[in-house]
């Protein structure tokens, strides 16, 4: 009887140190935060080469795809601070200036955000299309079978 209780106070202990570890430092290693551009710039030094997690929204004008490299550079803001953003790969389909993105990747000394996952923020409501109204994609595929 003795050996079972020292066995399962043992077991406890294992269990309440490890998430006491995870809790106040394993964990916080492994945690991306989620900032605005403000935000990061806020931080200083201590914001290069963090992963971090970026919100805000694609300024107009600064949008550059280069499709032979699937290189795509752009500038996101958050109405006070601009930051140029680098990411590698083929963008979102709704990707486009002016609309909310999500980033993840890493701030480097360079001034440039290094984007290695890039999210198109939208709207979760469905609105369907008025009486009549076609989505134009919808509109294009009716109109080319038509004309043949």
Known sequence: MNRTRIAVVGGIAV???????????GIDSNIVYFLTPSELMAKGTGGYDAPVRIGGMVQDGSVQWDKDRLELRFNVTDGQTVIPVFSKGAPPQMFQAGIGVVLEGKYQRSGVFHSNTLMVKHSNEYKPPADGEMPAEMYKALTRGSQS
């Open 15 to 25: 269990v309440v140190g490890v998430f006491a570890w995870l809790l106040w430092g």
